[in-house]
């Protein structure tokens, strides 16, 4: 995955800087990430600084300005990581000629594990999305779109096949990504719930949303005994 795929326009003050990859430089580029990552999902974009950044990392300025241009772009990286990640699970190989809705369950579950996974970086922008540039809401709009339709098509056949009951596509689409999507509002690694059992959980309401038929063993209650009608004393007299 190609992390620089959004162009940042050059000024006649900031030329383009050939950067030659040696051992040692992509370590302290992840750590710069993981910092600021945890720095901005602490104390948000505005509230965050290079100097803070270095700062924790113990270096200088200079280090951090030799693998990014400026705090947006480590944001926007940060970023763009999940995004890929999450909207491009639908995009299943040609060949694959699994049933429409095991593939729905197999692209909700990875999307799901991706968000997990990619805690906290994948909430900054359900959290933020002022800070973003233009170019980078375009990008991220084209892999929306992309799966969106992915998706509509594989509940269309699943449709077809008999598999899943749904109204109209796009709106079931969208309010199945919706689940993963507020996920920022309350997931935490340390909830009650350990990160597998939430994958879980959510797979299965996603794949309720979606309308899949699933046979369910209904459980036969016993019969309820009936009251016994109580005589109050006073008839008896």
Not at 29 to 41: N, P
Not at 151 to 164: F, I, K, P, S
């Amino acid at each position: 995955m190609n992390e620089r795929i959004l162009p940042r326009p050059m000024t006649a003050d900031r030329q383009p800087r050939q950067r030659v990859s040696t051992l040692g430089t992509e370590p302290r580029r992840e750590a710069i990430l993981k910092v600021a990552e945890r720095l901005f999902f602490e104390q948000g974009y505005a509230n965050t600084t290079i100097e803070q950044i270095v700062g924790e990392l113990g270096v200088t300025k200079p280090v951090v300005y030799y693998y990014f241009r400026d705090k947006l772009e480590i944001f926007e990286t940060i970023s763009w990581r999940p995004t890929v990640d999450c909207l491009t699970v639908m995009d299943f190989a040609p060949d694959d000629e699994r049933p429409a809705h095991v593939k729905l369950e197999a692209g909700l579950t990875r999307l799901i594990e991706n968000m997990v996974r990619h805690y906290p970086a994948a909430f900054l922008y359900y959290r933020e999305p002022q800070v973003f540039r233009p170019e980078y809401i375009a990008a991220q709009t084209k892999l929306a779109r992309s799966f969106y339709a992915h998706m509509c098509a594989l509940l269309e056949q699943g449709r077809r096949d008999g598999t899943l009951e749904f109204g109209e596509a796009r709106l079931t689409a969208l309010a199945a990504f919706s689940l993963p999507g507020f996920m920022h509002t309350w997931y935490r690694p340390d909830g009650r719930l350990p990160p597998a059992e939430v994958v879980r959980e959510m797979v299965a309401i996603a794949m309720r949303v979606i309308g899949v038929h699933h046979p369910v063993a209904r459980r036969v209650r016993p019969p309820s005994p009936r009251p016994t009608k109580r005589v109050s004393s006073r008839s008896q007299t």
